[in-house]
């Protein structure tokens, strides 16, 4: 304690982050609890290449027309939608312990993610987002952009499910001239490059030893590759969900603040993170309200010699 005022003493900053704060701190967030993201990540990436795989990637080639490539991007697209809800869920529950400088292990944690509403959360996103990138992008970068924060917000802000996780999600990633919205694509754009970057190199090993024809997306191992290198970036850049509703929290509903003085009073500091929407008491009718009065208006006086 220093100044009088209580600390919460965990490995993630209790304050209001910028851009390159927040991607190293959800870099210090998943190198914390990186074996459990990482087992959670590979099978949802599994999915993922079955899934492009499905949708035309074995026909993609120099020569394929540009209708097949699309196909398989809006694929793509949509995978990576659904993919951050049961990321963001455990990253979220990691990051709750981070902040407040507890001890959990990994196990408790996947007890805290509520898998079923997370799961059914997601249905509602992923259900749109395929149609929403193969018809022209717009409607994903809103269901991206917007509902992305669903599986974060379900655990550390618990908020009903699923239509109540997609509302809070919403709320946060449009405040403050949307910040959270833009910061997402931010995230999104940095930790795509880094997955490039990471397939690249193994694909044009492969290459060099004739182990695949060519680069693209129509040979099993070019899938795996970038399957695995989207382990590491998906399971990253759910850390950087988790860290930026914190963020938005401290900026927008004091979230640092009311920490500190749950600490200071010795309250519990995860219902802290709950969030409450504030309710507004009407009075009953009759009962007078409780606002300023006006004060009463002075009687007239009668001068004397003039009373009747």
Same mark, same amino acid.
């Given at each position: ?124 996103? #992923?259900?749109?987002? *395929?149609? $929403?990138?193969?018809? %022209?992008?717009?409607? =994903? +970068?809103? @269901?991206?952009?917007? !509902? ?28 403050? #001239?949307?910040?959270? *919205?833009? $910061?997402?694509?931010? %995230?999104?754009?940095? =930790? +795509?490059? @880094?997955?490039?970057? !990471? ?110």
């Amino acid at each position: 304690m220093r100044g009088g005022e209580a600390r919460v003493r965990g490995t993630l900053p209790l304050r209001a982050m910028v851009q390159g704060e927040l991607l190293d701190t959800a870099i210090l967030l998943f190198r914390a609890r990186a074996l459990p993201l990482l087992l959670i990540a590979a099978p949802l990436l599994a999915i993922e290449q079955v899934v492009l795989w499905f949708a035309g990637a074995y026909w993609l080639d120099g020569f394929a027309e540009f209708s097949d490539w699309w196909r398989v991007i809006a694929a793509l697209l949509g995978c990576e939608a659904v993919i951050g809800g049961p990321l963001g869920a455990y990253a979220g529950a990691a990051a709750v312990p981070a902040l407040l400088g507890q001890k959990v292990g990994h196990w408790q944690l996947v007890k805290r993610m509520r898998p079923l509403p997370v799961l059914v959360t997601m249905v509602i996103p #992923g259900a749109a987002a *395929f149609p $929403a990138a193969y018809f %022209g992008l717009v409607g =994903w +970068f809103v @269901i991206y952009g917007f !509902l992305g924060l669903a599986g974060v917000a379900l655990v550390i802000d618990r908020p009903a499910w699923p239509f109540g996780a997609l509302g809070r999600s919403a709320a946060l990633a449009a405040r403050l #001239g949307w910040r959270g *919205f833009w $910061a997402r694509f931010r %995230g999104f754009l940095v =930790w +795509f490059g @880094i997955r490039v970057a !990471l397939a690249i190199g193994p694909i044009t090993f492969l290459m060099q030893f004739g182990l695949v024809a060519n680069g693209y997306f129509g040979d099993w191992p070019v899938l795996m590759m970038w399957g695995l290198a989207g382990t590491v970036t998906g399971a990253a850049l759910a850390c950087f969900d988790a860290v930026l509703l914190i963020d938005t929290r401290i900026r927008t509903e004091g979230l640092d603040i009311a920490l500190r003085r749950a600490l200071a009073n010795g309250t519990d500091l995860a219902g802290v993170l709950t969030h409450t929407r504030p309710t507004i008491v009407t009075p009953p009718l009759g009962v007078p309200s409780l606002g300023p009065s006006r004060p009463a208006a002075p009687e007239p006086t009668v001068p004397p010699g003039r009373a009747s």
